[in-house]
Each structure stands twice: as structure tokens, then as C-alpha cells.
């Protein structure tokens, strides 16, 4: 391959690197009126009365906008539609929205949202898990799920559960917290939205274009074909960016009502309360193990703090049940999930959406086990591993798996076995999984995931495709396989993406998905058009297809240019389409739609720290991970992306936290929220795996989340090391340590974290027979 | 949660040179530097990222150190050079620390980019040859959510060791 593999830079390298890459922020079109939103200061209440008189008369005011013109609902999932762009009869979280202002510029917006007058009736707000299991004081949060505050419960069987303990040599229970944490991306969301001709069109600094283009179209009451979504280039996301949000369709009514173009940038606070992000979620978890280490069974509960709306929710809770079987070969699993309402700003996908959090709990779990049964976790892991080619018992697919090359390669670079051991000092080890793309989409449908076009034109080639790069490179990845199809170089192939009037549809930047699934779409779009090239080139040559060579910006006897000249003579307008649908792999039970993915990404992570036992403060020296991304396409993004993970999941271990006191948000701004910095941040040393997947393309898997999750659970592993106490409980602050440190001291368990899981009323379990050991051998056969 | 209040405005003229060019404005004395250069000079390659001076996001050059654009009024920096993001390339030659950042994957988002780029810039007119402990004093302000840093260090010790 001429240019998969090599580490080329990105395509939009040049406009990010000069400041010329529009963020939506960055424009401002003549008579653009700046949008202001007043928002809830209650975490829960009712609203008696909105009075915007006083408001609509300022000087530069030129609308105001409340529930009242808005009231159709939305969400992101369909069985969520729970949110309204503006609320008009109840406040559920501080920062609700509930009236918007357009004016000429952002202080007189700011001075209208203070002079609106809100009587509101204060309810009693439910801020944890456990105040949501019980009877409210006041009324419930929602009006659906239950009982209490209850979103959603799930409970799931797989196999032989009881027969499976009865078998075990040792069970043992343990019970894990991961707290809430925020995606914080340096770009603040904005929106701009204009009016014209009955037609709106929406820059939106979004990671899915398409989910966006849907909510407006339910909530404005507007044909599809009447709104225009157009992503703008993009400040980060991290999942933050998923869910359509208030502000954008506030803007298209405001420019709607107005007839000018209106834009809303949230402030850095707002940004705190929109949030979407990392469920905080307690976790039970036991397990039976046979004599040599394997898992007999295994049962999971799960309960997650899911804030004031559904978002993302449901598909989160069974996230945190889906995954654990996809790294560990277990031949009988319950998983009983449940998610509460809260009077919290609502979370919803962040960076390994709903498993990273499990993922700490197992890895911390089995390690335990190993403890107790005198096993090298590393070992007690590793006879356990799922093999490729394999069904879980819940009817996931795996396909490629390196599990074992990624466990080698940070062994052997880390020198973890032969670690030097001392107080202060510790090496930790983790393993993990992620999807690449989700398999089955948001709402329920048969069409494919993404498509792409390709037109050639006097030598000139264009991609179109609807996915948003969110800076992870999307548009690069694209660029290189049209290129490597073509014979030419990625900078050759000029790319329109993510405007849902000029582009074919892609789901978005979410779930790791574009790569596999995008990039499928157009490896079978450019082979259409080459075949097209080499068809009419072939013919001017007198040979056959087959002799005919492509590469290096020349087809056959031709250069490129010339060869798309002739086949436009011969084929007239040269425009070429691919799509790809994932395969319908889900198994035969309720909620088997989440996990399944055309494969998986494997990791695993080695972390060196000191722990300091005076001041509980942990000081990490290095970290080794290795990552089987099935082929990397440019490894220079993929390094980035595992990088990236990397020092996400290391916040995250140590740092990060979506907290709140009486409805408030304890640090919404970027000093207090504390997240890493160039001097807290270790050196890295990534592994790139390959293991060639069958259905990626070039063999290529995900990249972008799954390195992220093997860090907390690698981290607690190396306190323990180091000091001999277990962190149950994310982030690992020196509080916690000094606290467990003190109760170690005292004889008490060497343990931070939740000291019980509380009863909740699981329904009985879905029983599911594990699939037939044939099944995809059976099916390969009748296609 | 509380929006400010409106108030009557002070507007004084002002003289600015920035990224070489010299010019007079008419300005809100409160307005920050900041939202003169994105919102009345058209320079948005300078972004926000708090507003509150915490990010480093809005990072610009005066007279060659580093400042928050967001914490600085233009009367501030009158009779001072200013330099941003889109006074770093030589015409249409990228400048050795943009250049290195595109060709090693420094930039992700971008978002962060222009203000690394400038603090970066300021560091290596001082010192050539910083270490990698060096760069990340010196970048240890500006927050980015993307790279986990590596790159961005990778980038300017590239770039550091070919400029000097």
C-alpha cells in the first residue's frame, strides 16, 4: 500500500495550524444577533409564571423566546423524548433552560435574560443514587419509569448462572464507585443559524450532524428538506457534542422569528451544566473461580446516577453489562443495570461510553481474586481471555483480537514481572475493550450507517461524506483510502463532510465509528470509480483490465488527469457511491441491540508511580500501552488518539470530578476543575497492535476511546503496589489514600471506596441462552 | 448564573499594532483584547477557551512574552507589538514551530493550537534548545483535552532543533 500505513499529516494540518479553521464561534455574518439563555438557578422546581414584558422592552431586544414557542419535546433516543429547548412548567437541574433572547449584541441579550421575571414553586432536589431509590419528598423528577426515581432497570441472564457458582473453588464480591467527570472541551458549543427563502441552515460546532438535523426537524416542525445542518470545524467533543442541544434549536427560532442570522456561544459555566458527560456509577460485582483461575460465572449490578434527563441514558446502563465478556471468557453472566433520575445536570456518553466504569471495577475484581487464590493477576487474566473468532455468551462477535500481543508487548517494554518492589513504588495492569461503532443506530432503521460519493472531474477528485471530524481525523482517513484507491495522494482528494445538504448521510463522530464504517463506505466508493478509470483506460491502451497498473498519480499509460478524461468520454459524468451497513449480529433477546460491533480494539496498559505515604499524593513516572487497532491507517493519528485516551483516562484516575452541593456545580470553571497539564502528564510509550480485521477497512478497528479505559483500573493496581491499599473509588485522590492508609493502619480493611450496594427492585432476568458454538460458521455457509 | 447588567459605555480610540500592522480604533474601554482582535480585527485564529484566564487558549504575544488576551485591555498593550497566530507564518511559508506541529499530529481539535503555537514561539526565541522539562514549564498554562501533550512536545523540540 502506497499510502495506508505511512504517517502523513492531516489534510486540515495547515488551517489548524494558522488559525484559519472556522469554528463556529469564529463566525459572524453581517446584522448576526447574539443569543443569550436564562436559565434555571433551581435544581428542581415548578414554574408559576414567565414575565418577559419588561425584557422585550429594551433598546436592541428583538426577540424573546420561552417554552411556549417551542413545546414540542425531544431527545436524542426515542424512547427519551424528555426535553424541550425551552422548559415553561418545570425545572429539573441549575441550568435548565427557560427563555432566549436575540439582541444586537451579547450584553443587551445578557441585560434582557435579567430583567425576565420567573416565579417558581422550589421542590425538595434528589442528588444522589440513594435519595432517587427512595419515595421523593416532594414529586418525581420525570413523569415515566419508576418506581421513585427510577429511569430505567435492566436485568439480564446468560447461561447457567447458578450452576456456574455451584462449580466455583472461591466466589468473591466486591463493590466499586466511579465518580461523574466532565469531557471539558476547549471549545465552548456554539451554534449560528440563518433564515431564508422558508429554509434554515445551522452551523453547529456538533459531532453528528444528522441527530442535530432530526431534533430540529421535530421541534421547529419543519421538513428535513427545509433545514441544512453544516458542521462547523470543531473544538473537541469527546461525546460532549452527541445529543442535540437547547441552544441549537433556539437559534434557528430566534432567526426564524428575527430574519437575521442569530448565534449562541455557551459560556465556559454553561458548558459545566449542558455537560452529557461520564455517568457516575456504584458497581457490585461477584464472582466464581475454579481452582486454576477460570471464571465459573460471574454477576454484575450496576446503578448509575443518570442526572435530570434520559440523553444517552438507557443505551449507558447497558453499556455497563455489555462489555465484560468481550475481554474475558465467561461462561455465565448476569448483569442487572439500573439508572435514577437526579436533580443534576444529565450525563451521557463521554469517551467509552458506560464501560469504562465497569472496566475499572473488573479489572480491580479480578486482580482481587488473584490475590486471594495466590495466582499472578497477570496470569489469572490471561487464562482467561477471549479468543478470536469466538461468541461471547451474550452473543457478541469478536472477531480479531490481540489481547495477548498488546499484554506482551507492555510486559516486556515495562518490565512489570521483574518491578522493583518497594514502599512508595508501584507498577499497576489493565486490560480492555471497545467497539468499533456501535451496530446497531440510534433509532430504529434499515438504512445503511454512512455513504459516500466520489466525483472525478478533469482530474480533480472529491469525497463527500456526512461524518464530522472532531479532530480525531476522520477527514484524513477518508482522504487516504480514496487516495490509496485512486493512486494518488491524500492531499490530492478534496473532501465535503458534514452538511447534511451536500453530503450522504453519516452517523457522526461517536461510538469509534467513522474509520470502520465510513471508511468502508468509501473504499467501496473509490474501487467503483477506479474501475471506472481503469475500464476506459484499458480500452485506450488495447488490454486488459487486469494489466492495467494503479499508483502513484498514474493509471496504465495515462496520468491520472488524462485517464479521467477518457473515462468521462466513455462513461460521461463520473460520480461513483459506496455505503456500508454493519452486520446483523445482535442476539435474539430485549436490549441486545448495545455492544454488539462489527469488531473490537483491544488494550493494555502497564502504569509506574510513587505514592507518597505522608501525603497520599501519587506522582506517575510512566505509562506503557499497547493498543490492536486491527491496521493503522496512519499510525501518526492513531498514536495521537491513544495518547489522547491515555491522558483522558489518567484525569479521570486522578483528577476529574462532576460534583455538586445544593444543585450548584462544586467547580465550573477550568482552574478549579482540575485536569491534567503538560507537567502532570508522564511519558508514554504506545504499541501499535495489527491484527488485520476481516471486515475493517485494510483491517482497521478503533482507535479513539478504547485506550482510555485500561488507565484507572492500571493505576489503583500500582497504589496497591506501592502502599498496600486498595482506591475502590475514582478519582484517587490523597485524601482517599491517607484514609485507607489510616484504616489499614488501624487493622481495619486496607480500603477506600463504598463500604455497600444498596437493594434495588431489579425485575426478574431475561433468560438468554448462550449462542451455538457454529453460529457465525453456520451463517458464513448459508450466505 | 446571573447575566451582567447593562451599563452605559465608555468608548475611547485606540491604537494598536498588531502582527505588524498599525491601526486606530474606536473601542469600549472594557471590551478585552481578546474581543477587539476576534471581534473588530477579524483575527479569529485567537480563540477563548474560559474567558477567566485559566485555559491559556487566548494566548498572544506582547513585545514577545506571552499574555491572556482575555485578561488584557488594548489601552494595556498601545505602543507594544502584538503578535497572534496569524503573524507567525512568513507569507505563505508556515513558520518552523507550525510547520513541526502539522507534520507530527500536535494538532488534534486545533483549538488550543494558536495559543501553544505563541507561547511556544516565545519560548524558543529565549531559549534554543529547550529540554522537554523546559517546554513543559513553559506550556504548562495552556490546557489541551486532545494530544495528552506528546505530540505538542515532540513538536516544538522538532521544531527548536531546526531553527537553531
Same mark, same amino acid.
Given at each position: 500500500m502506497k499510502v495506508v500505513g505511512k504517517p502523513l499529516p492531516k489534510v486540515d494540518a495547515s488551517a489548524k495550524v494558522t488559525g484559519? &479553521? $472556522?469554528?463556529? =464561534?469564529d463566525m459572524l455574518p453581517p446584522r448576526t444577533l447574539h443569543c443569550r439563555i436564562l436559565r434555571s438557578p433551581h435544581p428542581h422546581a415548578r414554574i408559576l409564571s414567565i414575565d418577559t414584558s419588561a425584557a422585550r422592552r429594551i433598546p436592541g431586544v428583538l426577540a424573546v423566546i420561552t417554552g411556549a414557542d417551542l413545546p414540542v419535546k425531544f431527545g436524542i433516543l426515542p424512547v427519551t423524548? =424528555? +426535553?424541550? &429547548?425551552? +422548559?415553561?412548567?418545570? /425545572?429539573?437541574?441549575?441550568? =435548565?433552560?427557560?427563555a432566549a433572547v436575540a439582541a444586537t449584541d451579547e450584553e443587551i441579550a445578557a441585560a434582557a435574560c435579567d430583567a425576565i421575571a420567573v416565579e417558581y414553586d422550589v421542590l425538595e432536589p434528589v442528588m444522589s443514587i440513594d435519595a432517587a431509590l427512595r419515595e421523593p419528598k416532594d414529586e418525581r423528577i420525570q413523569d415515566y419509569g419508576g418506581p421513585n426515581n427510577i429511569h430505567k432497570l435492566v436485568a439480564l441472564e446468560f447461561g447457567d448462572v447458578e450452576g456456574g457458582f455451584a462449580h466455583a473453588e472461591t466466589i468473591r464480591e466486591d463493590v466499586f464507585f466511579y465518580q461523574g467527570n466532565t469531557h471539558l472541551p476547549m471549545e465552548q458549543h456554539s451554534a449560528i443559524a440563518t433564515y431564508l427563502d422558508g429554509k434554515v441552515t445551522l452551523w453547529s460546532s456538533t459531532q453528528v450532524v444528522h441527530y442535530v438535523h432530526r431534533a430540529l426537524s421535530k421541534v421547529l416542525e419543519l421538513p428535513m428538506n427545509r433545514i441544512r445542518v453544516i458542521g462547523a470545524a470543531h473544538g473537541g467533543g469527546f461525546g460532549g457534542k452527541t445529543d442535540p442541544f437547547a441552544h441549537e434549536i433556539i437559534v434557528c427560532k430566534l432567526a426564524m422569528l428575527t430574519g437575521r442570522p442569530v448565534k449562541c456561544t455557551l459560556t465556559r459555566e454553561e458548558v459545566f451544566y449542558a455537560h452529557r458527560g461520564r455517568h457516575p456509577v456504584l458497581m457490585w460485582v461477584r464472582t466464581g473461580v475454579a481452582k486454576d483461575g477460570r471464571i465459573t460465572a460471574m454477576h454484575f449490578r450496576t446503578a448509575l446516577d443518570g442526572g435530570a434527563y434520559g440523553s444517552y441514558g438507557v443505551a449507558s446502563t447497558f453499556y455497563t453489562g455489555a462489555l465484560q465478556t468481550v475481554t474475558y471468557d465467561i461462561p455465565a453472566y448476569r448483569f442487572e443495570g439500573c439508572r435514577v433520575f437526579t436533580n443534576k445536570p444529565p450525563c451521557g456518553p463521554k469517551r467509552g461510553h458506560g464501560t469504562p466504569q465497569p472496566r475499572f471495577a473488573l479489572e480491580l475484581h479480578l486482580e482481587k481474586i488473584a490475590r486471594d487464590l495466590g495466582l499472578d493477576p497477570v496470569e489469572l487474566k490471561r487464562r482467561n481471555f477471549v479468543q478470536p473468532n469466538t461468541r461471547t455468551v451474550n452473543w457478541l462477535r469478536v472477531t480479531s483480537c490481540g489481547l495477548d500481543e498488546c499484554v506482551d508487548r507492555v510486559m516486556q517494554a515495562s518490565g512489570y514481572a521483574t518491578r522493583e518492589k518497594r514502599i512508595g513504588h508501584g507498577m499497576g495492569f489493565a486490560v480492555s475493550t471497545y467497539l468499533s461503532? &456501535?451496530?446497531? &443506530? $440510534?433509532? *430504529?432503521? =434499515?438504512?445503511?450507517?454512512s455513504e459516500v460519493q466520489i466525483k472525478v472531474d478533469r482530474g480533480g477528485v472529491t469525497a463527500y461524506c456526512g461524518a464530522m471530524d472532531i479532530g480525531q481525523g476522520s477527514d484524513s482517513v477518508l482522504a487516504t483510502i480514496v487516495a490509496e484507491e485512486l493512486g494518488l495522494q491524500p492531499a490530492d482528494v478534496r473532501l465535503v463532510t458534514a452538511d447534511t445538504d451536500t453530503t450522504p448521510i453519516d452517523l457522526g463522530s461517536y461510538s469509534s465509528r467513522v474509520t470502520f464504517m465510513a471508511g468502508n463506505a468509501a473504499v467501496e466508493a473509490a474501487r467503483k470509480m477506479r474501475a471506472m478509470l481503469v475500464e476506459a483506460t484499458a480500452a485506450k491502451m488495447g488490454c486488459e483490465a487486469s494489466a492495467v497498473e494503479v499508483g502513484d498519480g498514474r493509471i496504465g499509460d495515462f496520468s491520472f488527469e488524462e485517464a479521467s478524461v477518457l473515462a468521462e468520454a466513455r462513461f460521461g459524468t463520473l460520480t461513483s457511491a459506496g455505503s456500508y451497513t454493519p452486520p446483523r449480529i445482535a442476539g435474539p433477546y430485549k436490549g441486545s441491540g448495545v455492544g454488539p460491533s462489527p469488531a473490537y480494539s483491544y488494550s493494555a496498559c502497564v502504569v509506574d508511580l510513587d505514592a507518597d505515604e505522608r501525603t497520599g499524593l501519587v506522582s506517575v513516572n510512566k505509562i506503557w500501552i499497547a493498543h490492536d487497532v486491527g491496521r493503522a491507517i496512519n499510525p501518526l493519528l492513531v498514536e495521537g488518539q491513544v495518547e489522547g485516551s491515555v491522558y483522558m483516562g489518567l484525569g479521570e484516575a486522578l483528577m476529574e470530578e462532576q460534583t455538586f452541593r445544593k444543585g450548584l456545580h462544586k467547580w465550573p470553571s477550568m482552574l478549579e476543575y482540575k485536569s491534567p497539564t503538560f507537567l502532570d502528564m508522564p511519558e508514554v510509550q504506545t504499541f501499535i497492535v495489527e491484527t488485520v480485521d476481516p471486515e475493517g477497512p485494510y483491517g482497521a478497528k478503533e482507535a479513539?476511546?478504547?485506550? #482510555? #479505559?485500561p488507565v484507572p483500573p492500571a493505576l489503583c493496581s500500582a497504589v496497591y503496589d506501592a502502599?498496600?491499599? *486498595?482506591?475502590?473509588? $475514582?478519582? /484517587?485522590t490523597p485524601e482517599k489514600v491517607l484514609e485507607a492508609l489510616r484504616r489499614k493502619s488501624k487493622g481495619e480493611p486496607a480500603r477506600y471506596g463504598p463500604p455497600m450496594f444498596p437493594p434495588i427492585p431489579y425485575p426478574p432476568p431475561i433468560k438468554v441462552e448462550p449462542p451455538p458454538k457454529d453460529l457465525d460458521h453456520a451463517s458464513a455457509a448459508a450466505i | 448564573m446571573k447575566n451582567e447588567t447593562l451599563r452605559p459605555v465608555d468608548r475611547q480610540v485606540i491604537a494598536l499594532e498588531v502582527n505588524g500592522e498599525r491601526t486606530e480604533m474606536l473601542l469600549p474601554?472594557?471590551?478585552?483584547l481578546l474581543e477587539v482582535l476576534r471581534e473588530d480585527m477579524g483575527l479569529t485564529g485567537t480563540k477563548h477557551g474560559c474567558e477567566l484566564g485559566e485555559c491559556g487558549t487566548c494566548t498572544v504575544l506582547v513585545g514577545g512574552k506571552p499574555e491572556l488576551s482575555c485578561l488584557v485591555l488594548p489601552i494595556q498593550v498601545q505602543g507594544q507589538a502584538v503578535t497572534t497566530v496569524e503573524g507567525m507564518a512568513h507569507g505563505s511559508q508556515l513558520h518552523p514551530l507550525q510547520q513541526a506541529f502539522a507534520e507530527l499530529g500536535a494538532a488534534q481539535c486545533g483549538y488550543c493550537t494558536p495559543g501553544i503555537l505563541l507561547a511556544a514561539k516565545s519560548l524558543v526565541e529565549t531559549n534554543p534548545a529547550p529540554t522537554r522539562d523546559e517546554i513543559r514549564e513553559a506550556l504548562a498554562g495552556n490546557l489541551c483535552r486532545c494530544t495528552g501533550y506528546s505530540k505538542i512536545l515532540d513538536a516544538v523540540s522538532l521544531a527548536a532543533s531546526r531553527m537553531g
Open positions: 484559519r &479553521a $472556522i469554528y463556529a =464561534d423524548q =424528555d +426535553e424541550r &429547548a425551552l +422548559e415553561h412548567e418545570k /425545572v429539573r437541574y441549575v441550568g =435548565d433552560p427557560i461503532g &456501535a451496530g446497531t &443506530a $440510534i433509532y *430504529w432503521n =434499515d438504512m445503511p450507517h479513539g476511546q478504547g485506550p #482510555l #479505559l502502599l498496600g491499599v *486498595w482506591i475502590d473509588e $475514582i478519582p /484517587v | 474601554v472594557h471590551k478585552t
